[in-house]
């Protein structure tokens, strides 16, 4: 059930004649980061996936730069802006950005595979209000989105890491929920779904500890109405496996900054 997130930084890019060695930053990259949202694994595009880069790419797919995203040009219109992190293959994404017609969706997501994917499904069912970053979205965040940049935040079965000795792998981590509250505008929302229980403890437990979030249900949240079942989904479901949803509002700022300590007379 959980999606893959890997493949090439850039669409179509094969790595450059003076890669820098393994451990140290690619020569051109002044950002290196010691946290990724995502982990290269293979995989293969097929030629209807190749054939939707082609198609759909050049309207769909949007290059990586490090200076803020001015939205209203990349999706050619005034609409509240909803990140998503990792959309694996695309199938809730393509979904949710057909019932909410309203909200323009910037998804992030390396997986080549994946990429070429959802762009398939953008060109079949005739979607209008998705932009792909394939780049890692840790420096999209810092370099891309502004504070106070984002209406709300999707991040669907990230990698749980199983292994204990993997988990500070995960991609829940607090500075980088940090770095997405500050993005949120307040009244924004942070919606996290995973398939695995203690991943799913953890989560709670960070963005419960991020001051400028607020829950929006007492613990987990019900499964909003806007986010599918997917196959993978209903398939871990007959097999016994739940699913958690947690849903976290951005604070206004005043609710988000502690009273004083009173003072002694």
Same mark, same amino acid.
């Given at each position: 059930?959980?999606?893959?997130? !890997?493949?090439?930084?850039?669409?179509?890019?094969?790595?450059?004649? +003076?890669?820098?060695?393994?451990?140290?930053?690619?020569?051109?990259?002044?950002?290196?980061?010691?946290?990724?949202?995502?982990?290269?694994?293979?995989?293969?595009?097929?030629?209807?996936?190749?054939?939707?880069?082609?198609?759909?790419?050049?309207?769909?797919?949007?290059?990586?730069?490090?200076?803020?995203?001015?939205?209203?040009t990349?999706?050619?219109?005034?609409?509240?802006?909803?990140?998503?992190?990792?959309?694996?293959?695309?199938e809730?994404? !393509? /979904?949710?950005?057909?019932?909410?017609?309203?909200?323009?969706?910037?998804?992030?997501?390396? /997986?080549?595979?994946?990429?070429?994917?959802?762009?398939?499904?953008?060109?079949?069912?005739?979607?209008?209000?998705?932009?792909?970053?394939?780049? +890692?979205?840790?420096?999209?965040?810092? /370099?891309?989105?502004?504070?106070?940049?984002?209406?709300?935040?999707?991040?669907?079965?990230?990698?749980?890491?199983?292994?204990?000795?993997?988990?500070?792998?995960?991609?829940?981590?607090?500075?980088?929920?940090?770095?997405?509250?500050?993005?949120?505008?307040?009244?924004?929302?942070?919606?996290?779904?995973?398939?695995?229980?203690?991943?799913?403890?953890?989560?709670?437990?960070?963005?419960?500890?991020?001051?400028?979030?607020?829950?929006?249900?007492?613990g987990?949240?019900?499964?909003?109405?806007?986010?599918?079942?997917?196959?993978?989904?209903?398939?871990?479901?007959?097999?016994?496996?739940?699913?958690?949803?947690?849903?976290?509002?951005?604070?206004?700022?005043?609710?988000?900054?502690?009273?004083?300590?009173?003072?002694?007379?």
């Amino acid at each position: 059930m959980t999606p893959s997130f !890997a493949s090439q930084a850039a669409c179509g890019t094969t790595p450059p004649q +003076d890669a820098a060695p393994a451990g140290q930053a690619p020569a051109g990259i002044p950002y290196p980061k010691a946290i990724k949202s995502f982990v290269r694994r293979a995989g293969r595009t097929t030629a209807a996936q190749a054939k939707a880069f082609a198609d759909q790419g050049p309207r769909f797919l949007l290059p990586y730069s490090a200076a803020p995203l001015d939205a209203a040009t990349a999706f050619g219109r005034e609409a509240p802006l909803i990140l998503e992190i990792g959309f694996g293959m695309g199938e809730a994404t !393509a /979904h949710i950005a057909r019932v909410r017609p309203g909200d323009n969706f910037l998804c992030c997501e390396v /997986h080549e595979p994946g990429v070429g994917a959802l762009l398939k499904r953008i060109g079949e069912h005739g979607i209008e209000n998705i932009r792909i970053l394939q780049h +890692d979205a840790v420096e999209v965040l810092d /370099h891309m989105l502004p504070p106070g940049s984002l209406d709300g935040v999707h991040i669907f079965f990230p990698d749980p890491w199983h292994k204990k000795k993997h988990n500070k792998r995960r991609l829940i981590q607090p500075p980088l929920v940090a770095k997405l509250a500050a993005r949120l505008k307040p009244g924004g929302y942070l919606h996290c779904a995973t398939d695995w229980q203690p991943y799913a403890e953890q989560m709670l437990e960070v963005l419960g500890g991020e001051p400028l979030l607020a829950n929006t249900a007492d613990g987990y949240a019900p499964q909003p109405a806007y986010r599918p079942l997917t196959k993978f989904e209903n398939r871990g479901l007959r097999l016994g496996h739940g699913v958690w949803d947690l849903v976290f509002m951005r604070r206004d700022l005043e609710d988000s900054i502690p009273p004083p300590e009173p003072t002694a007379r």
